[in-house]
Each structure stands twice: as C-alpha cells, then as structure tokens.
C-alpha cells in the first residue's frame, strides 16, 4: 500500500493490486483456519433465528452479485429460540446464501429461505435456483479445500467451518442438489435451552 501510494508507474501499480488482492486472499484464508481451530470466546444465548435470517440477508442481498436474485421470506411467525453464538449462526447463513448467488453465475435467479419448527427441531431451509451440484462434488462439499468454484474465487473453507459451527451448536446441515435445478441446504437446531431441556 506504501508502494501503491508513492509510484506513479501504472504497471507496477497495477502488479501491486493484484499482490494486495492476493494477500488479503491468503489473510482471510488463514483468519478462517484460526477461528475454526480455537474455542470460541463468544457466548451463547436464546436467539430468535427469525432475526438471525434477516441480518444475514441485509448483509448480503444488496451486493452486486445479488443484484439479480430475488430473495423469498417465509418465516414461521412463532418459533422458539434456540441457545447459540448469534455471530457464528449469521456467518453460516451467509455463507449458505453466498453460495446460492455463486450459484446463479450471474444469472437471475430465486432464492428462497423458510423457517420452520418440526418435533424438537428448528429447520432453517435454503433453496436456490442455481446451477446445482453434481452428484461427485456433493459427497465433496464439506471437505476443507475442496471447491468447485474458479480459481481465485472461493477458498473451500467456508461450508467446512460452518458445518463444525452447526456441530458445535448439535445441529447439522443437510443439502440436496440436481444437476442444473438448484440446491437445497436446510439448517437443523434443537429446540433446547441451556439445560439441555426441550422448549416448545
């Protein structure tokens, strides 16, 4: 950046961007790693996952790659709520809707997100339009590194971390693609406080 500030020579400037994009590649890279393999310091609390949704989508729905998805709420409008670190579950929502306009590849396209509780468990279902995956890479998805996305653009960390994150919650992520028909990852919690006893 010091460098980038005090040349003038468009060629070494435009060299030193594609290095600074590289680094902050390898820096976020590293910073997922490390939060993934430390215990987390943030605490846990009863979370509407009702709001959880909508955070994550305001984070992400006006970007430009969004700028041709249509995003559908339906929100069961009584849920209970569930004991779990509200900045963790934001990051696997993200991640998940991320994933969904990736999967547009610049398209239009739908999104559509439904909140519901079945028994004792909170589903938080994801569905998308997309291209799909294929049947040898959804075996594949949750492996650390693994990722069909170019080169450059995705780091195959991002579904690993949030499946330990939804481990760690006693949650679990479950999908289900076609080949060019879309994918659908559908998010489960307990309906358990603290105690470990079932909230209705």
Not at 103 to 118: F, L, N, P, Q
Not at 130 to 148: C, H, S, V
Request: contains cysteine.
């Amino acid at each position: 950046q010091v460098i980038q500030r005090t040349t003038k020579d468009e060629f070494a400037r435009d060299n030193l961007e594609l290095l600074k994009n590289q680094i902050n590649r390898i820096a976020k890279t590293i910073r997922q790693l490390v939060d993934f393999s430390r215990p987390s310091s943030y605490e846990a609390r009863p979370t509407d996952v009702n709001e959880i949704v909508k955070e994550a989508l305001g984070m992400i729905q006006y970007g430009k790659k969004a700028s041709g998805v249509q995003f559908h709420l339906s929100l069961a409008p009584v849920l209970p709520k569930v004991h779990v670190v509200q900045d963790q579950l934001v990051q696997v929502f993200i991640n998940i809707l991320m994933n969904a306009i990736d999967a547009m590849e610049g398209e239009k396209g739908d999104v559509y997100i439904t909140t519901r509780k079945e028994n004792a468990v909170l589903k938080i279902i994801f569905e998308d339009t997309g291209r799909g995956i294929a049947p040898q890479d959804l075996r594949k998805i949750f492996d650390p590194f693994y990722t069909t996305k170019k080169p450059g653009e995705g780091t195959g960390l991002g579904l690993w971390v949030s499946y330990g994150i939804m481990k760690n919650f006693g949650g679990d992520i479950q999908v289900k693609s076609e080949l060019g028909k879309g994918s659908t990852f559908t998010v489960l919690l307990p309906c358990r406080d603290s105690s470990g006893e079932e909230r209705i």
